[in-house]
DNA sequence: CGTGCCAGGTGCCAT
DNA sequence: ATGGCACTTGGCACG
């Protein structure tokens, strides 16, 4: 069960008991998550601002910062891990400052109203496991050529990259070099021109006839 | 302040308190947020299995799901908005399914222990707006032209021509065609390749020389 | 470090 | 729906 000294809760804060417990979670790095009414500017990369509403806000024991709406996915701001973090009270607002460097990008959010905030420190060693889909069709092709074309062999592939892609070399029934290209998603023309100078490239250094194949779930009418 | 009828706060709730909480979130579609050790499946697109642990789990009134571990600025697993949930207790464990069909996608998330849980519905009318996108630099160019070169006149932008879209076209003092690439980042060999081939293809089909600009923070040593 | 390239990319807007 | 492309893209692997 949660300890207290894992996991603080405050319902309704003050803006003072907020300002205070803010600062607390900053400096001894537990993960902060605020609800309130809050606006956000941002300026680095780009710049934003955000007129006033309800959202939540999350700030992550690596200095990671998150801003939610009400709805969507994505954050509407953020700040990468590795912030530099001032808070405190200006007037009867409550801001936070996250500042990153390298780039330099300041993000910051200003609460006028907080709804309820906690701030706690979390363990997860958690394994994370992700195996895509295709990724047995990688193994597949590797496994048994045939799948693609008779009399294919397979020389080499590029191993070097995450699963999802893969570059396979292989010389079929004829001796011709083949260059298979494996898109995990709907392969677009940029991925043809992609292979087509790889084709082009290797054909030019082997002075051999080179095909190319391009492996994909669905491809683009521009075939 | 926070309305009783806005927020709903569970501070180490039993799971048979957190269950009847998160059916009542899911059904009045109001945002939930939790906190505590569980584990996760994901099946669609790919597949990914998180081992347990402890984590902040967010579900909007869109039907968007997150999942955060306590460190980086991703999600650790996701549902896009549009999702529709199951949950309950099965022994002494609560689940949250989250089903998404167009691709079909099913994230289950499984609790054995609730730190924390709130429920509320927040109000978000604020104006988002980001200035310095690709779109700003373009307008930007658009209005004033001198920006990039002197006697530089626009024909016209996001031009269709043979291989995709043109950034801005236009002629400048001598009367040559003239193509601008924006780049909002670091322009690599891509971008080299994508203007020249817009060059080239204007180039023949107009037969007059044709200038290809890119405008772009930063080049890759590639240039 | 910069450069390149995938991602369960997501989101926006075009046909 | 499909396709094309930008994104404060983020993330990782490699030279």
Redesign the pocket.
């Known amino acids: 069960m949660p300890d207290k000294e894992m996991i603080t809760v405050l319902e309704a804060p003050t803006r003072e008991e907020a300002a205070e417990a803010v600062k607390s979670a900053l400096s001894r790095r537990r993960i902060l998550m605020m609800v309130g009414n809050c606006w956000v500017n941002?300026q680095?990369?780009?710049r934003?601002i955000l007129n006033p509403g309800e959202r939540i806000l999350i700030i992550k024991e690596d200095g990671?910062v998150l801003?939610h709406r009400p709805r969507?996915?994505?954050?509407?701001?953020?700040?990468?891990?590795g912030c530099i973090f001032h808070s405190g009270l200006e007037g009867d607002v409550l801001f936070i400052k996250a500042v990153r460097r390298?780039p330099r990008?300041v993000?910051q959010v200003f609460f006028d109203k907080i709804y309820f905030l906690a701030a706690m420190s979390l363990l997860d060693k958690g394994e994370f496991s992700?195996h895509?889909s295709e990724e047995e069709m990688q193994k597949a092709i590797m496994n048994q050529p045939s799948l693609i074309e008779d009399g294919l062999r397979i020389i080499a592939y590029e191993k070097?990259?995450?699963?999802?892609?893969v570059d396979v070399y292989g010389v079929d029934r004829d001796g011709r070099l083949v260059v298979i290209e494996i898109?995990?998603?709907?392969a677009?023309?940029?991925a043809v021109l992609?292979l087509s100078r790889y084709v082009d490239s290797l054909r030019g250094e082997h002075g051999r006839k080179v095909r190319g194949i391009l492996v994909a779930p669905?491809?683009?009418?521009?075939a």
């Open positions: 941002y680095g990369r780009a934003s990671s801003v969507g996915y994505e954050p509407v701001n953020w700040q990468p891990p390298k990008e993000l992700l895509a070097k990259v995450e699963p999802g892609f898109k995990r998603r709907t677009g023309k940029e992609q669905k491809i683009a009418r521009q």
